[in-house]
């Protein structure tokens, strides 16, 4: 199994920035496809973004689109979140995720294995 670490997370204002980091190990890194989703209060695991085992493809949600940005560091094992211009809906428990498949997907189900969930609080 591929275990995972998050951390980075916190409370910023509307506005402000926030970079998230997943640390992988126990399995090859390269070889899967990483995901970002987000869990607010009384809603179902949300898709937030993909990149693929090269770093060389995204994918994101439309509501994040333009101010979020997926990189991985496959040498530090490493997957990050760059969340810029954040607002007060992106208030959620974010989780990393890992799929040992080729391609990304947005659903929850397909990934193998998660991080423990850290909270982002955006303020007004």
């Known amino acids: 199994q591929v275990q995972l670490v998050e951390s980075g997370g916190g409370l910023v204002q509307a506005g402000g920035s926030l970079r998230l980091s997943c640390v992988a190990s126990?399995?090859?890194?390269?070889?899967?496809?990483m995901g970002w989703f987000r869990q607010a209060p009384g809603k179902g695991r949300e898709f937030v973004g993909t990149i693929d085992w090269s770093g060389g493809s995204s994918n994101y949600a439309d509501s994040v689109k333009g101010r979020f940005t997926i990189s991985r560091d496959n040498a530090k094992n490493t997957v990050y979140l760059q969340m810029n211009s954040l607002k007060p809906e992106d208030t959620a428990v974010y989780y990393c995720?890992?799929?040992?498949?080729?391609?990304?997907?947005?659903?929850?189900?397909?990934?193998?294995?998660w991080g423990q969930g850290i909270q982002v609080t955006v303020s007004s």
């Open positions: 126990g399995r090859t890194f390269r070889s899967y496809t």
């Open positions: 995720g890992a799929r040992a498949d080729v391609g990304g997907s947005m659903w929850p189900a397909d990934y193998d294995s």
